[in-house]
């Protein structure tokens, strides 16, 4: 089988996917994302080739250049090509209000959280929120941007800041923890792999930015909700971050429809790349 790796470069998780395809005896090519193009009565496009694509990274590009890479996903679907995950799944779980907006319709417990257009209107979410929030960039990954804000001088700052850029202000309520979360890895359905991710500085649990990982024995998760997050969202495969309140009961954080696994496997000793791969050819068998 024949198939290709949509990534901005050749790093590890490219590298582990190249692997566990080799041992599976598939031919795994690397495409970049900024080199495709798209045609129309032009003959073959250069994704026809493949009968499936498996989304790794999405190169940081303008408004239209990350339109036009979404755009050639929805041909590749429409045409037959099996893709990891799907176009529409992308565009939702890439863009934060959209992915919480999905997940509280599907009637799925979320922080409270107030997503607004001016630093005026944010600074009334600050209030309305407790006076203790957590503010996201609208698109990001790996807890990169991420700010907790307690006091209201800093917080007009912030707001004005972000408000010069022509930001979008998601601004969330700050949910007290016992200082770990859990990443939960979904694949077709299934729950294949969790870890507990404890923060390093109180409160910010993402491995990438220095949090500790463990691996957590599946008994242990709440693997319903984890399963209606991916379902909501629409992905095939998805890293879902789960968050424990003090009351006892559970927010999805984020469902990450580009998931990492380096720590996943490095702790639960779970083949996540050999799993993809098995389960891309399984479905296109």
Sequence with gaps: MRLAILSGGSGWHVRDLQRAATEQGCRAEILDFRRLQGGCAVGRNPLDEFPALIVRTMPPGSLEQVVFRMDLLHRAEQRGAMVVNPARSLETCIDKYLATVKLELFGLPVP???????ADD?????AALGGDVVVKPLFGSEGRGMVRISEEEIAWRTFRTLERTGAVLYVQEFVRHAGWD?????????????MRRWANDGW?????????????????????LALRAAQACGTLAAGIDLLPTAEGSWLVLEVNAVPGWRALSSVTGADVAGDLIRFVRQRIA
């Design 182 to 194: 859990l990443r939960v890895f979904v694949l077709g359905g299934e729950v294949r792999a969790a």
């Design 204 to 224: 910010r649990t993402n491995v990438a930015q220095g949090g500790r990982a463990e691996n957590l024995p599946l008994a242990m998760v709440p693997t319903g």
């Design 122 to 126: 944010a600074q009334r979410a600050f």
């Design 112 to 118: 409270r959280t107030i997503v607004c257009q001016t």
